[in-house]
C-alpha cells in the first residue's frame, strides 16, 4: 500500500464521486487534505466540509474549502490555506469539472466558455499558483482529471473534449518544465459512475466502475515514488492503461496526389512517441527513408 505519511494534497472537486473517494483514500494513507468543493446550494450542508468531518471522523486530517475551483483566485486561496493549515504542500489533485453534451450549431460561446473555465482553467490557476511551491518540494506532484473524450472526442462534445485535450496538452508541457526539479505531472482519463456518467452506463457496467477503484492511482501519482511524467493514464474498474500521442513514418507526397498521401500515412508504420515537440521535429527532419503513397 502505498504511504502518503506527512505528505499534504489539495484534491479539487472532493465533495462527490471521484474526488471524494481519492480524498478518503489518500486520507487513508496518511496524507493531510485540503478538501475544495464548490458550496452551491447554501440551503443544504457543504459537501467539503462533510467529507472533509469524514477524514476526521476516520482520524485523517483535513480542512474544507468552499470555493468554485473556476475562480482565478481560488489556486492561490488553496495553496495558502495548505501552507497556513500544515506548513507544507505536496501535491494537487484537480479534479473539478463539469460535463456537456451539446452540438455546437447549439452551442453559445458563453456555455462553450464556462466549460473551459472550470474544466481548464480550474485546473490551470491551481496548477499555477502551486507550481512554486511544488518546485521547492522534494517530491511535487500534481494529478490533473482528463477525459478519454479529451484523447477520442464524442458526439455532441465539443466543448468537454477540447477543454479535457488542452489538460493533456498542459500536462505534457509542464512534464519537460518540471524535469530538473523532480516535479512530476501526469493526467488520468477515469472510468467511474458518478453522477455524471450514471445516465450513459449500459445495465451492469454500475457494480464495475466504483470510484474507489480509481483512487489507488492517484495515491501513487502523488507518491514520492512516482516516476513518470507527462502521461496520461486511463483507469477503471481496477485496471489501467496508458494512452499516448504517436506519430506515424513519414509518406512523401507523391506529384500531386495528396489525398494518397494523406491516406497512406494515416495507416503508416511504425508508429512513434518523442519526449517532446523538438525530439518529435528532429525525426521528421532527419533525412530518413520516406514511404511513397500508392
Known sequence: MTSLRDRVVIVTGAGKGLGRAYALDL???????????????????????AVAAE???LGGRAVANIDPAEAPETGEALVAQALAEFGRLDAVVSNAG????????????????????????????????????????????????????????????????SSKAALIGLVRGLAVEGRPRNLTINAIAPYAVTAMTEPFL???QAERMDPAAVAPLVAWLVSEGCDVSGQTLVSGGGRLRAAFAVEGAPVAI?????????????????????PDSHAAFAAFMDGRDVLTAG
Open 55 to 57: 477524514v476526521r471522523a
Open 254 to 274: 507523391a506529384g500531386r496526389d495528396v489525398g494518397a498521401a494523406v491516406h497512406a500515412a494515416i495507416g503508416a508504420q511504425p508508429r512513434e512517441t518523442y
Open 202 to 204: 449500459a445495465p451492469g
Open 98 to 161: 463539469v460535463p456537456e453534451t451539446r452540438r455546437l450549431h447549439r452551442q453559445t460561446r458563453e456555455g462553450f466558455q464556462r466549460i473551459f473555465d472550470i474544466n481548464f482553467f480550474g485546473a490551470f490557476h491551481l496548477v499555477q499558483a502551486a507550481w512554486p511551491v511544488l518546485s521547492e518540494a522534494p517530491a511535487g506532484r500534481i494529478v490533473v482529471s482528463a477525459s478519454s473524450a479529451g484523447l477520442h472526442g464524442g458526439d455532441g462534445m465539443a466543448a468537454y473534449a
Open 27 to 49: 486520507a487513508a494513507r496518511g496524507a493531510s487534505l485540503v478538501v475544495n468543493n464548490r458550496w452551491a446550494d447554501r440551503s443544504a450542508p457543504s459537501s467539503a466540509e
